[in-house]
């Protein structure tokens, strides 16, 4: 008897070795075609939308500012350059630039740092020869201290300011307009080659 009863365990155990084989592809196969549908995911453009440029309303210092800055049309221009000139930017930018009273001094008297209260507007155009302006920067002088402005940039009616990848354009934080300027912050921050200032 025990022989045979061994040789019966031994099958059963073969049996359920070779049982247990089989398993995991049997259960595999039910699940594959389910896992393949929910992979359609798309909508990548919500991302797009926060690189674009908006036009958006000025927060209350930007709208003094622009309320401040209402006739610059009137001002003087810097160093004499009173018609456009092809900016140091990057692209077919053309540019007139204004300074109110204290700017212009500044610039006449190559006084570095520039004093509180200098205000700088520069019209930017799309192109020679083009009309109307595209836009309108504003660097305004908040103390006697190196590097202490208030940047903007405004439509050309000075009523909205321009947001750039979900960034206003205003206030005195590290927004795009210092990380250019900072090549002349030796000259405090003013860039334009007419200022000929040290
Ligand atoms: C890529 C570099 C760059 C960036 C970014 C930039 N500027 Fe300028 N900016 C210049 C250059 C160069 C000048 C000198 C005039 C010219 O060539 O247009 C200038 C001139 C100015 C002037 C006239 C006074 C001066 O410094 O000569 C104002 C005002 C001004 N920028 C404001 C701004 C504001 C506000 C921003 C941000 C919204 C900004 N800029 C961003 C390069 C830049």
Redesign the pocket.
């Known amino acids: 008897m025990r022989p045979i009863k061994s040789a019966v365990v031994l099958m059963v155990v073969l049996g359920l070795l070779i049982g247990c084989d089989d398993e995991p592809e049997v259960t595999e196969e039910p699940d594959e075609p389910e896992e393949v549908e929910p992979e359609p995911d798309p909508e990548p453009e919500p991302e797009e939308v926060e690189d674009e440029m908006v036009w958006i309303d000025p927060s209350q210092d930007s709208a003094d500012l622009l309320e401040d800055i209402e006739n610059y049309g009137e001002w003087d221009h810097h160093a004499g350059v009173d018609t456009h ?1 092809e ?4 692209g077919d ?1 053309w ?1 007139i ?1 204004y300074a109110n009273e204290a700017g212009i001094e500044t610039v006449e008297q190559e006084q570095i740092p520039v004093p509180e209260g200098a205000i ?3 019209e930017e155009y799309d192109g020679d020869g083009v009309e109307d302006p595209s836009a309108v ?3 305004a002088k908040l103390s006697d201290e190196m590097g202490d402005w208030y ?3 405004s439509d050309p009616e000075l009523e909205q300011v ?1 947001e750039m990848e979900g960034m206003a ?1 205003e206030g005195t934080e590290d ?3 210092i ?3 900072a090549q002349d912050a030796d000259r405090d ?5 007419q ?1 000929e200032v040290p």
């Open positions: 000139f900016s140091g930017h990057p930018v540019v630039a700088f507007v520069k920067t504003v660097m940047w903007l940039k321009l354009l927004l795009g307009c990380g250019c300027h921050y003013l860039m334009a080659p200022f």
